[in-house]
């Protein structure tokens, strides 16, 4: 089991963490200036994509995926999101940005 992780500045109200990798988002998060409320929907989002939180299906696996590429987030995390994200929409898993 990972030690959890604390510091002493919450971060979007946030001061223990899963994982220094959870934490790290974070920081992510808070550069990209995302609001608290959709910081824990693109958290999970983020986790299911990336496999630290397991999908239930298929389905809400590219469901996460449609969400960061809706959002936008796919391409301001790691390169690999925005690749991931492009090669699923040329492909017809997801649709390009469906949310205005």
């Not at 994509?49 to 999908?55: S, V």
Request: net charge positive; with cysteine; aromatic share 12%.
């Amino acid at each position: 089991m990972t030690k959890k992780v604390k510091i002493n500045k919450a971060i979007l109200g946030k001061k223990t963490f899963n994982s220094r990798v959870e934490l790290e988002y974070y920081r992510r998060y808070e550069t990209m200036n995302l609001s608290k409320k959709l910081v824990k929907d693109v958290h999970e989002a983020v986790g299911i994509c990336e496999g630290y939180i397991p999908a239930e299906s298929v389905e809400e696996e590219l469901e996460a995926w449609q969400y960061l590429i809706d959002t936008g987030v796919a391409w301001q995390l790691q390169g690999w999101f925005g690749r991931q994200a492009n090669f699923l929409i040329e492909n017809k898993f997801c649709k390009p940005k469906t949310i205005n």
